[in-house]
């Protein structure tokens, strides 16, 4: 049972990339699965949610407008679209699998998750 967050990459200001997240052992859309961020220094942030069964997105305020979360069942994977990417959205980007403790009201929380990917390094520099 594993995540694999995967997509980083460098890119220029302005610039686009969609990080992916792919299960195995386990089926994703029994989940609310969550994207966080961790740049270096600083603690780990939640910066997108998408419900288990609704499919209702949420996002910290940041990335709103700019960050899409989707997911795609056939797939068995989630997918943090990023858009007019900004050199402090620079960070390890980690996508995590909702607990039993999961609300909504707690999606940002980490102690909502259960089971972590091993993170994908995503880099915005000119």
């Known amino acids: 049972v594993q995540l694999q967050a995967s997509g980083g990459g460098i890119v220029q200001p302005g610039g686009s990339l969609r990080l992916s997240c792919a299960a195995s052992?386990?089926?994703?859309?029994?989940?609310?699965i969550g994207w966080f961020r961790q740049a270096p220094g600083k603690e780990r942030e939640g910066v997108s949610c998408i419900s288990r069964s609704d499919d209702y997105t949420y996002y910290e305020d940041s990335v709103k407008g700019r960050f899409t979360v989707s997911r795609d069942n056939a797939k068995n994977a989630v997918y943090l679209q990023m858009n007019r990417l900004q050199p402090e959205d620079t960070a390890t980007y980690y996508c995590?699998?909702?607990?039993?403790?999961?609300?909504?009201?707690?999606?940002?929380?980490?102690?909502?998750?259960?089971?972590w990917g091993q993170g994908t390094q995503v880099t915005v520099s000119s």
């Open positions: 052992g386990f089926t994703l859309d029994y989940y609310a």
């Open positions: 995590a699998k909702s607990s039993g403790q999961y609300t909504v009201w707690r999606w940002a929380s980490e102690s909502s998750y259960d089971l």
